[in-house]
């Protein structure tokens, strides 16, 4: 992913837009506003951007002012050596992720019971390599692909479905800094 892309995504209300329509099939901008909490105005202008760098297409539908999007391409991968724009990135992806996460965590308890046991958090601490460590982050992202038709077909979801979010980080461990 080239700078000016990741600089594009860099931004709370397309990172939420990206996230809706990986949840469903197509949306317009009026309702994935409703959804995320903005102006169709400003959602639509972020729609466009996003179309602009090959996120999400519009579909075409017909006559009508009916302006559906949906997703082109759900996979977002940079690395830190990808430069300023990849940190950049990756400090508004985190700030994202952790906000959701506080959140959710908050109301775990009002849960079901089924859903209390499958979900919680782990850690794992592992000796890799660079190499190694490439081929655990893609062996993970092979296992979760096989859920990822499911995203964008209601049809593929079993009737207990529910969007489950895993966010995995890798990095150094540095015992010390926490």
Same mark, same amino acid.
């Given at each position: 992913?080239?700078?000016?892309?990741?600089?594009?995504?860099?931004?709370?209300?397309?990172?939420?837009?990206?996230?809706?329509?990986?949840?469903?099939? +197509?949306?317009?901008?009026?309702?994935? %506003?409703?959804?995320?909490?903005? %102006?169709?105005?400003?959602?639509?202008?972020?729609?466009?951007?996003?179309?602009?760098?090959? =996120?999400?297409?519009?579909?075409?539908?017909?006559?009508?002012?009916?302006?559906?999007?949906?997703?082109?391409?759900?996979?977002?991968?940079? +690395?830190? !050596?990808?430069?300023?724009?990849?940190?950049?990135?990756?400090?508004?992806?985190?700030?994202?992720?952790?906000?959701?996460?506080? &959140?959710?965590?908050?109301?775990?308890? +009002?849960?079901? !019971?089924?859903?209390?046991?499958?979900?919680?958090? +782990?850690?794992?601490?592992?000796? !890799?390599?660079?190499?190694?460590?490439?081929?655990?982050?893609?062996?993970?992202?092979?296992?979760? %692909?096989?859920?990822?038709?499911? &995203?964008?077909?209601?049809?593929?979801?079993?009737?207990?479905?529910?969007?489950?979010?895993?966010?995995? =980080?890798?990095?150094?461990?540095?015992?010390? %800094?926490?």
């Amino acid at each position: 992913m080239d700078a000016r892309t990741m600089r594009a995504l860099a931004h709370p209300t397309r990172l939420a837009l990206l996230e809706v329509l990986n949840i469903h099939p +197509s949306l317009t901008a009026t309702e994935a %506003s409703e959804l995320i909490g903005i %102006s169709p105005t400003n959602c639509a202008f972020h729609l466009r951007t996003l179309g602009r760098y090959g =996120f999400v297409e519009e579909i075409d539908t017909g006559p009508g002012r009916r302006r559906p999007w949906r997703i082109k391409q759900a996979d977002i991968r940079f +690395s830190d !050596a990808d430069g300023e724009a990849a940190g950049a990135l990756a400090d508004v992806m985190l700030d994202h992720w952790l906000t959701r996460v506080r &959140a959710v965590q908050a109301r775990r308890h +009002s849960l079901p !019971a089924e859903w209390q046991e499958a979900l919680g958090g +782990s850690q794992t601490i592992v000796y !890799a390599t660079p190499d190694e460590t490439r081929q655990l982050v893609e062996d993970l992202r092979t296992v979760l %692909s096989r859920y990822a038709d499911r &995203a964008r077909d209601p049809d593929q979801r079993p009737d207990a479905a529910e969007p489950v979010e895993m966010l995995v =980080f890798t990095q150094l461990f540095d015992a010390l %800094s926490s």
